[in-house]
């Protein structure tokens, strides 16, 4: 009798225990899908979520993201589900216009970034910069950073109403109070329509975040990828001989050229020749400093070069002594290789 008895209450619990994971998995599955992105329990995004599974409602695309109405730098109206993001593949920044540190160098890396793609920004996915700052950033405000930073099309700079936009920042991963000079510097690529969602910075190497990009791509991974002549002999580059090569590429090329003009900033060719050289170190170490003390020629570049001030990047006056003989050695370099009176008028839309 016991032994039955025993085995008839072991039985009774196990089925217990299944049935509760059971519950517990049926009630986490519907999270998988944007895990990474999804907000905390308990919150009032969440309560909406949640609401929004229970019920039909075209407030919540893909029972995800707030299909809210948003404000592109031309001025027009969209749904940031439906018309935004709804079946595309998109890499989405954040960013704010009044900012004079890491969101310049964050969109002009994306402008590097778009370049790198080779015409499919526009056509197979879509860039986004969204605003962190929407008390201030106006659709007006938003053209003239995106005009400054040479966006080309299928680049939307988003704003609207603050408690839209902050519903939208919180699910693609937002969970800070941080302040505005403290905002996330990292990007988020995204394919609506295979759910897959990752986080990515465009301060690494640009090669590999266009890999990570492509990959977004179902069709992309299904071909035969042969890596271009320049990819090849890119390997090759020998950095070891110009220490300030990495970091001009990383932190500088983004906003200026060597020879071939002036973009965001003025174009380098020759600076220690136009300027004081102990003046560069002191400026491309502490660039907050001297436009703080209203140094004339700071001040003086700030006016002719008005969207971005030059940030302050952590450069070590050793690592701007590097990136100054960098600059001597491509000047020498242009004037080496060039005839005299030749063009440099051919160029990419970004570098």
């Known amino acids: 009798m016991p032994g039955p008895l ?45 609401a929004a599974s229970r019920a039909p409602s075209n407030k919540w695309g893909a029972n995800y993201f707030p299909d809210v109405p948003v404000i592109d730098q031309n001025g027009h109206t969209m749904k940031f589900y439906d018309d935004v993001i709804k079946g595309k593949i998109v890499v989405i920044s954040f960013i704010y216009t ?18 790198k793609l080779d015409g499919a920004v526009g056509r197979d996915l879509f860039f986004i910069s969204m605003t962190v700052d929407p008390e201030h950033d106006t659709p007006e405000r938003m053209k003239a950073f995106a005009d400054a930073l ?15 936009i902050r519903a939208i920042d919180y699910k693609l991963g937002d969970r800070s109070d941080r302040s505005l000079s403290d905002h996330r510097n990292e990007i988020v690529l995204g394919n609506d ?30 071909q035969v990828h042969v890596p271009g002549r320049d990819q090849v002999s890119n390997t090759a580059l020998p950095l070891s001989n110009q220490p300030g090569q990495a970091l001009f590429k990383r932190l500088c090329a983004p906003c200026h050229t060597i020879g071939v003009g002036d973009r965001v900033g003025p174009d380098l060719r020759d600076v220690t020749a136009r300027r004081d050289r102990a003046w560069l170190r002191r400026f491309i170490s502490n660039p907050k400093k001297m436009f703080a003390d209203k140094e004339p020629i700071a001040l003086a570049l700030a006016a002719k070069f008005p969207a971005v001030r030059m940030p302050a990047l952590g450069i ?15 000047s020498a370099r242009i004037v080496d290789a060039t005839p005299s009176g030749a063009s440099q008028a051919s160029h990419q839309h970004h570098n």
């Open 6 to 50: 025993l085995s008839a209450r072991l039985l009774s619990v196990t089925a217990v225990v299944v049935v509760a994971a059971s519950a517990a998995v049926a009630m986490f599955l519907p999270a998988f899908r944007t895990q990474s992105l999804s907000p905390s329990p308990g919150s009032a995004v969440a309560a909406q979520s949640g």
């Open 150 to 164: 040479d966006a080309g099309p299928g680049w939307l700079f988003l704003t609207g109403k603050v408690a839209d």
């Open 193 to 222: 329509a295979t759910g897959d969602w990752q986080r990515a910075s465009v301060f690494g190497d640009l090669d590999s975040l266009v890999i990570s990009v492509r990959q977004m791509n179902p069709k992309w991974l299904n």
């Open 98 to 115: 009044s900012c004079q540190d890491i969101c310049p160098l964050t969109t002009a890396r994306m402008a590097m970034l778009e370049d």
């Open 316 to 330: 070590s006056d050793i690592d701007a002594g590097g990136l100054l003989s960098y600059l001597d050695a491509e």
